[in-house]
């Protein structure tokens, strides 16, 4: 089967691979979509990052380079294993790529038994430190991970759960109540699905922060109440925030993740206020803990997502699934990946919230 992988950094590949066998816990599917996330474009930078090191197994999969990348995918179960309850063949899904002890044939450790599987010390995500991605023809993964689609969600659709999950995720850990107000520091996929989410919890004032003019269109499709540019001033973020909701934000949202957004959401949160970091950094920030100490300000962050996420996300999707399309802004064919996908989104970030992978065309 064709697959794209991973083999070094600015190398990605269609290589023919072996297909891989179901094992009695897991299901196969056939991968009609797969989105390309920020982190995978960093690893084709840097990488590998959170990929297996050259020569470096991942010491609870196995899983080494060259490794098929890919983990926001939706698709079709073509085979069952004789162990899986309560799925059935032609039945379309999403998956979570968060593994955990249970996946790997072990006991649930104290995190997995309390569904943290995304912080368990034995977590793994397929696409990034498994051997089976999403950018494949098939993926076999276990059971467990898979998420049905309500008959009203496309499989387009579905494959937005995964980034959809991660800003339900930081939305919930964050502790925003039914109106509080919100600062979110940029308008890329994430910083979006952040919008969608804080509406979704009925957050009172939003106010996004966004240097492009495409992004900031988009902020303002998903609900944001207003959104600044950075760039106008020094003090333009600020200023506005202090205008709109005095003495400064309920929670600020950091989905930049670099020294300006951090510093600009510590100055824009209220005395008692969160900072809330959503993003991977590149590399090290500084931080001043007096800015913690002396307003009493919390800094929280959050990883991925959890299978209630995820739940959460599907019922939004059977909701309001057609304002979301608007969130694809091109599907690529598998074929072309590197060049229309990874090396689109390089030169022309601006000009999209998610990109996703066509790997088997379908109608669904």
């Known amino acids: 089967m ?8 600015g190398d990605l590949r269609l290589d023919d691979v072996p297909i891989p066998k179901c094992g009695p816990q897991e299901v196969r599917l056939k991968v009609a979509y797969c989105g390309i996330c920020g982190t995978d474009i960093h690893e084709y930078l840097d990488g590998p990052i959170l990929l297996p090191g050259h020569g470096q197994a991942n010491k609870f999969t196995g899983a080494d380079l060259p490794l098929i990348m890919g983990h926001e995918m939706s698709g079709t179960v073509t085979e069952i294993g004789e162990y899986v309850k309560g799925l059935t063949i032609g039945q379309r899904v999403c998956v ?3 593994t955990g002890c249970e996946h790997q044939g072990l006991p649930n450790c104290e995190l997995c038994v309390a569904g943290r599987r ?3 010390t034995r977590s793994a995500f397929y696409g990034l430190q498994c051997a089976a991605g999403g950018f494949s023809d098939q993926i076999c993964v276990n059971a467990i991970a898979v998420v049905p689609l309500p008959s009203n969600v496309s499989l387009k659709l579905g494959a937005l759960a995964e980034p959809l999950a991660v800003a339900a995720h930081m939305v919930r850990i964050s502790g925003i109540s039914r109106g509080q107000n919100a600062l979110v520091l940029g308008a890329g996929p994430i910083g ?4 969608l989410m804080l509406k979704e919890v009925g957050a009172g004032y939003i106010l996004v922060s966004e240097v492009t003019k495409s992004r900031s269109a988009q902020a303002g499709a998903c609900g944001a109440d207003e959104v600044v540019n950075p760039l106008d001033s020094s003090s333009t973020v ?17 989905a930049c993740g670099i020294q300006s957004t951090l510093d ?3 100055e824009c949160t209220k005395p008692g206020g969160t900072v809330f970091n959503v993003a991977i950094h590149e590399k090290p ?15 929280l962050a ?6 209630e996420d995820f739940s959460n996300v599907v019922r939004l999707l059977e909701r309001e699934g057609s304002r979301l399309e608007s969130f694809i802004t091109a599907v690529v064919p598998l074929e072309d990946a590197v060049k229309g996908g990874f090396e689109e989104l390089l030169h022309n970030k601006a000009h999209h919230s998610k990109i996703l992978i066509e790997v088997n065309a379908t109608t669904s």
Not at 2 to 9: E, I
Not at 192 to 195: D, G, R, S
Not at 238 to 254: I, Q, R, S
């Open 192 to 195: 979006c699905a952040l919008i």
């Open 238 to 254: 600020l200023d506005a925030t202090m205008k709109l909701m005095a003495p400064g934000a309920d929670v600020a949202f950091d």
């Open 264 to 266: 600009q959401a510590f």
């Open 2 to 9: 064709k697959a794209l992988r991973f083999h070094k950094k």
């Open 285 to 299: 920030l500084q931080l001043d803990l007096n800015r913690l100490t002396l307003s009493e300000k919390r800094l």
């Open 96 to 98: 979570n790529p968060a």
């Open 118 to 120: 995304n912080v368990c």
């Open 302 to 307: 959050g990883n991925a997502y959890t299978a």
